[in-house]
């Protein structure tokens, strides 16, 4: 079961985003919000590089199977046109909308995954990553974009830092 998002969650990520060892503390925080508030098997955070049409993962919490630094490049399809340039949510319900996007659906299926959301990070008008969480079929709902949007903005400036090798701790 989830809960609504309350002021208290947005507190815990103010005061995690002025903790040290960023990018990691405000990462794991958003992970923990987001799993009480909407809910996940599986949760990545993506960089965004937009001179290599690529997005690279910065944070998982199932490093076995998605590890950090895993590439993917992201050019020319709907669901790149969609996140990476206008900046919309994607919602997918069943595993057949996973199928329909994802080179790695064979890989979330067998993990009994068969709903996805994922989330633009934007700053200045551009993406700068994604916030993704994956469950079972059917689980992401229309109000689950708008709270995922308001978690994810809190992940912009840690995915800018990283795109310009600033961090206070080691690159995750």
Known sequence: MTRPLQIHDLEQLSSAMRQPGQPMTLFRAVAAVAA????????????YDAR????????????????NGGRKKKHGTPWSMQILQE???FRGETVHDIRAAFDDHTVMTELGLGSILNIPIAFDGRCVGTMNLTHVEHW??????????LLGSFLASALINLAHGIS???RP
């Open 36 to 47: 009480e508030t909407i809910g996940y098997r599986l949760f990545t955070i993506m960089a």
């Open 52 to 67: 290599e049409h690529e997005v690279e993962r910065v944070f998982t919490n199932m490093p076995d199977v998605y590890p």
């Open 87 to 89: 900046l919309q949510p």
């Open 140 to 149: 992401y709902k229309r109000e689950h974009e708008d709270a995922g949007l």
């Open 168 to 170: 206070s701790g080691n």
